[in-house]
């Protein structure tokens, strides 16, 4: 676990390294991102055990709508895995104000023990401050198509001095996540980079959670 951290830790320091000293080279639709935060969090489900973890992507957008992207980060919810590597793409835009969002994603989890890779197709709309947005299982090992999914609503605005306040309630419909039905909530504030937040599902003896983490994005 340690050797794994520390090179995913010196992989992102030598991203961002290139990163920094690779301008001539840019790429119109070409972006990075490198975050840290102390407690991984997804659906508000945890991932490494309340443990820190650090992560990052690069990412392709074109301007037909088009984007592809890859991540990583540090995760141990299973046997023997020590970390997560996403595979993405998909075809975002707005029509009218109204913007949507087609994709599909791949978890995988080359290390661990057993077989939890697993894929989902998502899609997503936002209007003004409001976002909807749901995913359905594709493929899993051991479960078919759309035996699980996911259905979530955002609220995100402006306080004050570019502080951003973002309310988040989502509900895993079936088993395949949790291993049963469960409701998350959380609430978030973020600035410059720096996100604050409280995290609670209603799973039996689930305390609520805070997370804190810290990320930059980077054009190449």
Request: overall charge negative; some cysteine.
């Amino acid at each position: 676990m340690k050797k794994s951290l520390l090179a995913i830790c010196f992989s992102c320091s030598m991203l961002t390294t290139f990163l920094f000293s690779s301008n001539l080279y840019a790429v119109e639709g070409l972006s990075a991102n490198v975050a840290v935060t102390n407690n991984y969090l997804w659906r508000g489900l945890e991932q490494t055990n309340g443990k820190s973890a650090i992560s990052g992507g690069i990412d392709y957008a074109s301007d037909s709508g088009f984007y592809a992207g890859t991540w990583v980060s540090n995760a141990d919810w299973a046997p023997e895995m020590s970390y997560e590597l996403d595979f993405y793409g998909g075809f975002a835009g707005e029509i009218n104000g109204l913007g949507y969002d087609l994709g599909v994603i791949y978890y995988a989890y080359p290390d661990s023990r057993d077989d939890v890779d697993f894929s989902e197709i998502s899609a997503s709309i936002s209007y003004g401050v409001f976002s909807l947005s749901y995913a359905v299982l594709a493929e899993a090992e051991g479960a078919d198509f759309a035996d699980d999914s996911y259905i979530a609503g955002d609220v995100s605005f402006e306080l004050a001095s570019e502080i951003g306040l973002t309310l988040h309630i989502g509900t895993g419909t079936d088993e395949f996540y949790a291993g049963e039905s469960f409701i998350d909530y959380s609430a978030s504030l973020s600035k410059s980079g720096f996100t604050f937040g409280v995290s609670k599902t209603d799973l039996s003896d689930d305390d609520m959670r805070v997370f804190i983490s810290y990320g930059i994005d980077i054009d190449l």
